[in-house]
Nanobody
Framework: QVQLVESGGGLVQAGDSLRLSCAAS????????MGWFRQAPGKERRFVAG????????AYDDSVKGRFTISRDNAKNTVALQMNSLQPEDTAVYYC?????????????????????WGQGTQVTVSL
C-alpha cells in the first residue's frame, strides 16, 4: 500500500513557476513508477509527466515538455514536479500517482490505467 499526499499548488500569474511535491508513505515507494496527471474542469484526467523507479527515465506530455521537470528522491519518499513558464491552460487539479507500470516504461507511464494509487490532488490556477 502507498498513500500519496500532494502539496504546493496555488494561484499564480502567467509566466510564473510552481513546484508541486508528493509525499508517499510505504516502504515500497522506490518500487513504483510515479506520475503526475491533471484534470481541468469538465475534462478528463490527463498525463503530464512520469518517472521510473530509479529516476533515470522520464516522460512528458508534449504540452509541458521543456517547461516541466519531474524528479524523485527515494530516500525521502517524494516526487516533485517543477513547473516553469506556467500558462492559463495549465490550470487544473494536479494528481500524483504510483503504479507498477511495466515496460516499456516511457510508453506505459502515460497510461492512467497502469496506476494503482492516487493522491487527493492539489489545485493549480494560472491567471493572465
Amino acid at each position: 500500500q502507498v498513500q500519496l499526499v500532494e502539496s504546493g499548488g496555488g494561484l499564480v500569474q502567467a509566466g510564473d513557476s510552481l513546484r508541486l511535491s508528493c509525499a508517499a508513505s510505504g516502504r515500497t515507494f522506490s518500487s513504483y513508477a510515479m506520475g503526475w496527471f491533471r484534470q481541468a474542469p469538465g475534462k478528463e484526467r490527463r498525463f503530464v509527466a512520469g518517472i521510473d523507479w530509479s529516476g533515470d527515465i522520464t516522460a512528458y506530455d508534449d504540452s509541458v515538455k521543456g517547461r516541466f521537470t519531474i524528479s524523485r528522491d527515494n530516500a525521502k519518499n517524494t516526487v516533485a514536479l517543477q513547473m516553469n513558464s506556467l500558462q492559463p491552460e495549465d490550470t487544473a487539479v494536479y494528481y500524483c500517482a504510483a503504479g507498477l507500470v511495466g515496460a516499456p516504461m516511457w510508453l506505459r507511464v502515460r497510461d492512467i490505467r497502469k496506476y494503482d494509487y492516487w493522491g487527493q490532488g492539489t489545485q493549480v490556477t494560472v491567471s493572465l
